[in-house]
């Protein structure tokens, strides 16, 4: 049972670039949310969603895109990668008959 | 605004010493509170909720909504308890928001 899976785990991008990260969950969960981890600053939502093609904005979503095609994947996009976007990006999702998150192991992502 | 606020960036006790972490939350309504840890090298984990009032590997944790606070509590540290720990509110939606975390050391 591999609960959440993100992928890939390491990336460097350089300033402009693009990339996704991918995140699986074999769990049958309908919610799904995209984390990025800072120092000092825990972990803020960038975007989540509630179902099947359905997203929504979370705290700091600015720069990031996101889509929900299928219900076990949640993909984030960044079309123009900034240095600010450096940071560890975590994917979580939870039933709807509670409020536990279950977490991937996070991609670490450095914009040079 | 919700809010969860975690004081302390770095908690430093010696083995066997009483340790507690310290989590106040910013809410209007019903929270449903939760504590998170993340070991070295693992992934973030539900460690416990307020709902189940149960305690997890030592660790209790009281809401206290007088206080607006959820402080997380273990009698007598051991060393594999150095990790990093989040408190993280529910609001009743979709979403949870999570404190700046604190990150426990445990000292031989």
């Known amino acids: 049972n591999a609960g959440v899976t993100q992928t890939p785990k390491f990336r460097v991008l350089k300033t402009g670039q693009s990339m996704t990260l991918l995140c699986a969950q074999d769990?049958?969960?309908?919610?799904m949310y995209w984390y990025r981890q800072d120092p000092g600053m825990g972990l803020r939502l960038i975007h989540y969603?509630?179902?099947?093609?359905?997203?929504a904005k979370g705290e700091v979503p600015d720069g990031y895109n996101v889509s929900r095609l299928k219900k076990q994947n949640f993909l984030l996009g960044l079309e123009s990668a900034a240095p600010s976007q450096t940071s560890v990006y975590f994917c979580?999702?939870?039933?709807?008959?509670?409020?536990?998150?279950?977490f991937g192991e996070g991609s670490r992502l450095t914009v040079l | 605004a919700q809010r969860v606020t975690q004081p302390e960036k770095l908690l430093s006790v010696f083995k066997g010493a009483p340790v507690e972490l310290k989590c106040n939350y910013s809410?209007?309504?019903?929270?449903?509170l939760f504590w998170y840890v993340q070991y070295s090298r693992q992934r973030l984990q539900l460690l416990l909720r307020?709902?189940s009032r149960e305690s997890i590997k030592g660790f209790t944790a009281d809401l206290n909504k007088g206080e607006t606070s959820f402080h997380l509590k273990k009698p007598f540290a051991q060393e594999e308890d150095s990790a990093m720990y989040y408190c993280?509110?529910?609001?009743?939606?979709?979403?949870?928001?999570f404190g700046a975390g604190t990150r426990l050391f445990v000292k031989a």
């Open positions: 969603s509630v179902g099947e093609g359905t997203t």
């Open positions: 993280a509110l529910n609001t009743g939606g979709f979403k949870t928001i």
């Open positions: 769990m049958n969960h309908e919610y």
């Open positions: 809410y209007s309504g019903s929270p449903e």
């Open positions: 979580a999702s939870r039933g709807t008959g509670t409020g536990e998150l279950f």
């Open positions: 307020h709902i």
